[in-house]
């Protein structure tokens, strides 16, 4: 069975203060990591895709890198506006029946 | 470009009545997805589409019927309402069967 746990549940930082979210994954045979963002009332809004190990992808702030058992969602000198909920997702290999997701780190950044 | 667009926003529902949940999308892509996102628990997949025509269910499909008769449509059906069903419901489609594009979501309450 695919699990994806997401840590630390909640997190809260300072403006400027740079951190990073963990997503680690069991699956057979990944075809794809993904990272979203979820704001309040919102759906989820894609981020990124990571494919396999070593890959990384950059966007603004944010860093997502992936490894053979986790992923990192890197995020540097944020602003209050980053302050969402970031969700993980794995697609096992073999289909396309859906994603599997974590339960989310709620990021909440203090001006 | 709408998207991935959901009617309704929001509903309150009798336990043992029924609805239908509407999702239609315009980026022309051919998979398309249910999940409900409770707290604490994270998205789950209801049911899930490959094609038009085509219907699968996924991690959580009891209390659920789907059809896609159309390609940019996907209807989520609740045949007699249950309290375990309140939740928020996200509709996805996918061109790839890799990354979902979410829709705003429907908050469903049965009482």
């Known amino acids: 069975e695919d699990q994806v746990t997401q840590s630390p549940e909640a997190l809260r930082l300072q403006e400027g203060e740079s951190s990073s979210l963990n997503c680690s994954y069991t699956?057979?045979?990944?075809?794809?990591l993904f990272w979203y963002r979820q704001d309040p009332g919102k759906g989820p809004e894609f981020l990124f895709t990571?494919?396999?190990a070593g890959e990384e992808k950059e966007k603004e702030r944010l860093k997502a890198t992936l490894t053979k058992k986790e992923s990192f969602l890197h995020i540097t000198a944020p602003k209050p506006e980053d302050s969402a909920t970031y969700l993980c997702a794995v697609q096992a290999g073999g289909g396309a029946d859906g994603l599997t997701f974590g339960k989310g780190t709620h990021l909440i950044i203090q001006p | 470009n709408a998207g991935v667009t959901q009617t309704p926003k929001f509903r309150v529902l009798k336990t043992g009545q029924s609805m239908t949940l509407l999702c239609a999308q315009d980026m022309n892509h051919e998979y398309m997805y249910w999940y409900r996102q409770d707290p604490g628990m994270g998205l789950r997949l209801i049911h899930y589409s490959v094609g038009e025509g085509t219907t699968a269910k996924g991690e959580v499909p009891d209390g659920y019927n789907v059809s896609r008769l159309k390609k940019q449509n996907f209807l989520l059906g609740l045949e007699s309402a249950a309290p375990s069903q309140t939740s928020v419901y996200f509709c996805?489609?996918?061109?790839?069967?890799?990354?979902?594009?979410f829709g705003q979501g429907t908050r469903l309450t049965v009482v």
């Open positions: 996805a489609s996918s061109l790839t069967g890799l990354e979902a594009f």
């Open positions: 990571l494919y396999s």
């Open positions: 699956v057979s045979g990944l075809r794809g």
